[in-house]
Structure formats: structure tokens, C-alpha cells
């Protein structure tokens, strides 16, 4: 999988090791990203880290989620799982929120 669409919102992509990410084509409604980084060692992630930040912020202030799934906590700022499923949930979260006004 390097790219899946899910729920028409949701787009997950996958890291490679070396930290590339592949064209991400989005289309219609895709509001929610998560990043499959569980392939990508620590050394890898701290380079690409401030990328992912700012990749982050500009999703939420579109009032978007953006969840990286890994094995490895390297950010406070950032939103990071250790599973997919565990990232579906947290934006299903996110979205409740949202819809609350919360």
C-alpha cells in the first residue's frame, strides 16, 4: 500500500524507510491524512521530523487531522500511534470533537 483512501475523507500513505513519501494525489473531500511511518527507523524520522510538523499544522488549520503511525514517540506536537487502527480511532475522535465544537 502506498496510497488508500478510506471513508472519502481519510487518505493513509506510507513512508518508505528512507523517508521518501510518493505523489500523494488528493481528491474530492480528503480532510484526514495518516502516515504509515512503521517501516522508518528513528534516524530516518528526525530528519524528516520538522516536515512532518508543519505538514501537521497546515492540515488543522484546515480543521483536518493528521496522525503518524509508528513504533517510536519522537514529537509532543505531533499526533503518533502505533497502530492504523489506533489512528482511525483518534480521528474518529478528532471529528466528534469537531462536530461538538470542543
Known sequence: MSTE?????????KVSEKGEIEDL?????VVNFVADM?????EVIHLIKNN?????ESIYKRKG????????SFDDDLNIVPTIQEAF??????????????
Not at 483512501?5 to 500513505?13: P, R, Y
Not at 512532518?52 to 501537521?56: A, D, E, M, R
Not at 480511532?89 to 470542543?102: C, G, H, P
Open 5 to 13: 483512501l478510506v471513508n472519502g475523507n481519510t487518505l493513509v500513505f
Open 25 to 29: 494525489n488528493v481528491e474530492g473531500e
Open 38 to 42: 512503521l517501516d522508518v527507523n528513528s
Open 52 to 56: 512532518l510538523i508543519k505538514f501537521g
Open 65 to 72: 487531522s493528521f496522525v503518524v503511525v509508528s513504533k517510536v
Open 89 to 102: 480511532d483518534f480521528i474518529e475522535m478528532e471529528e466528534i470533537e469537531r462536530q461538538l465544537e470542543l
